[in-house]
């Protein structure tokens, strides 16, 4: 399974620039819940 991260910094924009890469893609973006939750199981 592919796992992209994008780190969020200051400027806030990070999510918005995941969102885009994923559909770009045809991935899912999650956010770090789902990936601490997962990891977890």
Do not use: D, F, N, W
């Amino acid at each position: 399974m592919p796992i992209i991260t994008i780190y969020q910094g200051a400027s806030g924009e990070g999510q918005e620039l995941a969102e885009t890469v994923a559909q770009a893609l045809g991935y899912r973006c999650v956010g770090r819940e789902v990936l601490v939750e997962t990891s977890r199981r």
